[in-house]
């Protein structure tokens, strides 16, 4: 009910009736569910397969530089000229101290990722983990076929084995 006669100044006394709000939440839940997987898939990239892949790690705490097709730049989903990339990674990667990861599609020529990599190195990142596709058919503890990334490695001289 929404208002009853009862003790009041006017007569009346406010019940709140909790029902339909509970029922409209739980509709926005499900919503919310459904679409926040699908909001995180940024831009679509056909990334080259290798045979050691880890899962890249959730969180706000990297940013994912991809390197599209036809040599678009894009930080996190956002799209970034090269010529701004060294401003755009020194205030949201090293100001922030985040970690950098490269998905670069498989037809990109190999200059222009090692462009890429060079403006990384030139801001001052040392450590960048790079994104890869499983080539095996399963991996343990994910789904076949499901992409996934590996910092596989850091650029300059600091490479480390995993």
Known sequence: MGASVG???????AEINVTPFVDVML???????????ML?????????K???VRTLPAGSDHLVLTVNKDGGLFLDEYNVPFDDLRNHLTNLVVSQHKQLYLRADKEVPYGVVVKVMGEIKSVGIEKLGIVAESSEQNV???PAGQPSGQPSGQT???????
């Open 7 to 13: 003790k009041g100044p006017r007569g009346y006394m």
């Open 27 to 37: 509709v926005l839940l499900i919503i919310f569910m459904v679409t926040a997987p």
């Open 40 to 48: 995180t898939q940024g831009v679509d990239v056909d990334l080259p």
């Open 50 to 52: 290798t045979r050691s």
């Open 140 to 142: 343990p503890g994910q």
């Open 156 to 162: 300059g001289d600091k490479a480390k084995k995993p």
